[in-house]
């Protein structure tokens, strides 16, 4: 039986213990299940499932092979890449690259950005999205601020609710839209026909709304740059598909392998709030990464509009 040991951090503590070991188990109910059969101990006792974890106790779980994380994902978590483009003693803001996935979630387990920051993250009531606020899709690139206490955390919700934190992308579309600038008013859920994909097309409508601005005008496509009031899933996407102007490259909606692209030009550039401790003003930017560079350029390249 494989033997994973474990040791409750500071910045986790607080939590349940089965949501605690949610992420290294792969599910809570797997977490729940070991715990009920007796495979699992804290400081060499058998504890309920809604014991709450403190700093510096030791969990043991004796568990069948399937039901533990395998050295082949620590080694992937060890290998999620990331760069720091904001950091104090409160939060951080984070430029992801594409192909990382942000939290631990149905077949994507181990290799997570959540799991990469796990000693410098905190806040939020799931031990597997510690800090994490906001996300992005795993091909999208680009910034996402990262809380360190449970209380910037709440904090740094309370800012998206209230939509004062400001959240820019750029997005190479198809086609040129009829207006200059403008906002897509549409509620978004899981397609009627297709489950996993969103669309406005829905029998569990959400709120939605993007605000879009044209940046360049080439030949066949247009650089907009979008803002989120709302945060739905692939939201940006879902929304530029609806107005018949789909993202380049988006194999979800709109067409794949345009310039080249080996996933969507969509880039989360600019991220602007209050802080929400000291109350100064955070704005970090980040510039598009090379791949969208480079299909912008052969975008450009084609004849330009008289």
Avoid: N, W
Wanted: with cysteine; aromatic share 2%.
């Amino acid at each position: 039986m494989p033997r994973l040991e474990l040791s409750v951090a500071a910045a986790q503590a607080g939590v349940r213990l089965d949501r605690f070991l949610a992420v290294p188990l792969g599910s809570r109910a797997r977490a729940q299940a070991l715990i009920d059969g007796g495979g699992v101990t804290v400081d060499g006792r058998p504890r309920p499932k809604r014991h709450v974890v403190a700093p510096g106790e030791r969990i043991v779980v004796e568990a069948p092979q399937a039901d533990v994380a395998t050295p082949g994902a620590a080694a992937q978590e060890a290998a999620v890449r990331y760069t720091i483009a904001y950091e104090d003693d409160d939060l951080l803001v984070v430029d992801k690259p594409a192909g990382v996935i942000v939290h631990p979630a149905r077949g994507h387990r181990a290799g997570t950005l959540a799991q990469a920051l796990a000693d410098r993250a905190a806040g939020g009531e799931d031990p597997g999205r510690a800090g994490i606020v906001h996300r992005l899709d795993r091909d999208t690139s680009g910034l996402l601020v990262v809380a360190k206490s449970d209380a910037v955390h709440r904090a740094l919700k309370a800012l998206i609710a209230g939509r004062a934190l400001r959240r820019e992308y750029l997005a190479l579309v198809e086609g040129h839209p009829s207006a200059r600038a403008g906002t897509i008013d549409a509620p978004i859920g899981r397609d009627r026909r297709d489950r996993t994909l969103q669309s406005i097309d829905t029998d569990e409508p959400r709120e939605a709304r993007t605000h879009f601005e044209v940046q360049r005008l080439l030949a066949e496509v247009t650089l907009l740059r979008l803002v989120l009031e709302t945060g739905r899933t692939h939201q940006i996407r879902v929304h530029l598909e609806a107005i018949g102007h789909p993202v380049c490259g988006d194999p979800q909606y709109g067409t794949a392998g345009r310039f080249g692209l080996a996933r969507q030009f969509l880039h989360a550039a600019r991220l602007a709030f209050a802080h929400p401790v000291s109350g100064a003003p955070v704005d970090v930017g980040s510039e598009l990464p090379e791949d969208l560079a480079a299909a912008l350029r052969a975008a450009d390249g084609e004849p330009r509009l008289a």
